[in-house]
Nanobody, 126 residues
Framework: QVQLVESGGGLVQAGGSLRLSCVAS????????IGWFRQAPGKEREFVAA??????????DYADSVKARFTISRDNAKNTIYLQMNSLKSEDTAVYYC?????????????????WGQGTQVTVSS
């Protein structure tokens, strides 16, 4: 049984930083696409960042709203993915979900991912 478990969320002041972690069990994802999504109250879940393996080599992708502030990374030895979030803004407040795909490419849509974590709350106070 595949499980993704997020941690690292919490309350932080605007301008601060948090690092989210997502530990995978039941399957390795060393060559699978992984991603982070978020859902703010009253809004649809949206893409944040992804790490994929196109034929040309590994690639990261970020939503425009988080580019240059957030960094997605992975530690294959620990089967863990991370989301480093810097310069946080109040509009970053949301439940953050990690996701993993069976495939090497998954894109920015929910449908591209096969496994999801339960989410971790991030609240940024202004």
């Amino acid at each position: 049984q595949v499980q993704l478990v997020e941690s690292g969320g919490g309350l932080v002041q605007a301008g601060g930083s948090l690092r989210l972690s997502c530990v995978a069990s039941g399957r390795t994802f060393s060559r699978s696409a992984i991603g982070w999504f978020r859902q703010a109250p009253g809004k649809e879940r949206e893409f944040v960042a992804a790490f994929s393996w196109p034929w040309s080599g590994s690639r990261t992708d970020y939503a425009d709203s988080v580019k240059a502030r957030f960094t997605i990374s992975r530690d294959n030895a620990k089967n863990t993915i991370y989301l480093q979030m810097n310069s946080l803004k109040s509009e970053d407040t949301a439940v953050y979900y990690c996701a993993a795909a069976r495939a090497a490419l998954a894109g920015r849509l929910d449908q591209g991912y096969d496994y999801w974590g339960q989410g971790t709350q991030v609240t940024v106070s202004s």
